[in-house]
Structures are given as C-alpha cells and as structure tokens.
C-alpha cells in the first residue's frame, strides 16, 4: 500500500536554530499539506501545496516557515529559528485525483 | 468559518460497540474521515464517507452521516482493547480552489478489559 514517509520520526533542536522536515509524498498526488499537533491539542492545518506554489496558509504559518518541493518528490518544511512553541509533532499529507488524504507518520519536533 | 467538535472521552467495556460522533460546520464538505491515533504514532486513515453517502460500512466499522444536521458518527462493533485510541473526525472542505482538512479535538476511546 502507498505511503507518505516521513524523516526524521523525532528531532531535538535548540531554541533559534533552523530545523527542516522532510516528507517523500506519494508519488502521483498531486496536493501536499503540512499539519502540526501540539501535545495534547487538534490536529492544526499550516500549509497547503499545488503546482508548485502554495495555495493556503494558515495565521501560524508565518514568516518563519517555508515549504518547498525542491526535486519533484521530497516535499519539505523549513522552520527559520526555531521557539518553544514550535514544540508539535508534523504531519505531512498528500492528496491524489480521488481526494484521499493520506498522512504520515509525523516527526516529532522538541525545541529546548 | 468551519469547525468540527467532537466529545473527549469515550469508555466502553471489551466486546460492547463504540460510538464517536462528531459534529461539522461548513456547508461545502465533499468526504468525511475517520483517522485514529495510537500513543506517540501517526495518523491512520481508518474509514470515509462521501458526503452524498448516508452510510458506510467496513468490517467493524460503521460510518453515519446525517448531511442535514451535519453529524457524523463512528461505530466499532465488538470493540477490543487494541481500539483504544485518539479517534479524529475530519471534514475535507473545498477553499480557494483547493481542498482543507479539518480536524476534530479527538475523542479518547478507552476499552476496558
């Protein structure tokens, strides 16, 4: 069964650093999203991805965060300096022609 | 603007059937999800339901939708202790030409032995 990986499953980094997250979508979709989960709260959208652009974004996608889709299949997140409370797990999706989301497992992201 | 409310907790004791429900806002929705989180792990698709749809069922799994009141309902038949979880409702909702997934708070199930 296709499915969406994500790399690392867990990063540690301190406050201010830049950290990237990476995703390998399923290939053949064709729209890509970033949520994020803070412990014990909802699933959170940040970002959605067509064509090579993005087509939403949410208030907490700010100018910290950036997304791109450097080479055709990894699809990344990049967070420029990094605050306490980008403490979350990430969650990658992608979206093929039938509109099935499908995640990832996430990468659990900790800033000390 | 859209949202989806769900209950927090839900016990049931082993071998009794689950129901998680789940509420929506927006008029626009195309599929509605089902995802379950086990601690620490992803998110696993379990089931869907096309919005034109008023029932689905899969194995142990029912989905019932009521468009007009915008309900949406999970039931596990038989449910053991390997389906405690974080179980999510998601709406997929149309928005500036693309499409969004809402989420639910989760409702914890606990199943006891």
């Known amino acids: 069964e296709p499915e969406v990986t994500q790399t690392p499953s867990h990063q540690v980094t301190q406050m201010g650093q830049e950290v990237i997250l990476r995703c390998v979508p399923i290939s053949n979709h064709l729209y890509f999203y970033w949520y994020r989960q803070i412990l014990g709260q909802k699933v959170e959208f940040l970002v959605s991805?067509?064509?090579?652009?993005?087509?939403?974004k949410s208030e907490i996608f700010d100018d910290q965060f950036s997304v791109e889709r450097p080479d055709g299949s990894n699809f990344t997140l990049k967070i420029r300096s990094t605050k306490l409370e980008d403490s979350a797990m990430y969650f990658c999706?992608?979206?093929?022609?039938?509109?099935?989301?499908?995640f990832g497992q996430g990468t659990r992201l900790t800033v000390v | 603007g859209e949202d989806v409310e769900q209950s927090l907790f839900l016990s049931v004791r082993e071998g009794d059937s689950s129901v998680i429900n789940c509420t929506y806002t927006?008029?626009?929705?195309?599929?509605l999800y089902w995802y379950k989180q086990e601690p620490g792990a992803g998110l696993q698709l379990l089931t869907y339901i096309f919005s034109n749809m008023d029932m689905k069922q899969d194995q142990r799994l029912t989905v019932l939708l009521n468009k007009k009141d915008k309900h949406l309902s999970l039931r596990i038949a038989d449910t053991q202790t390997g389906d405690s979880a974080i179980y999510f409702c998601a709406d997929q909702v149309l928005t500036s030409g693309t499409y969004k997934y809402i989420f639910g708070t989760g409702t914890r199930l606990k199943v006891l032995a």
């Open positions: 991805f067509y064509n090579n652009e993005i087509s939403e």
């Open positions: 927006d008029s626009s929705s195309t599929y």
């Open positions: 999706a992608s979206v093929g022609q039938n509109t099935e989301a499908f």
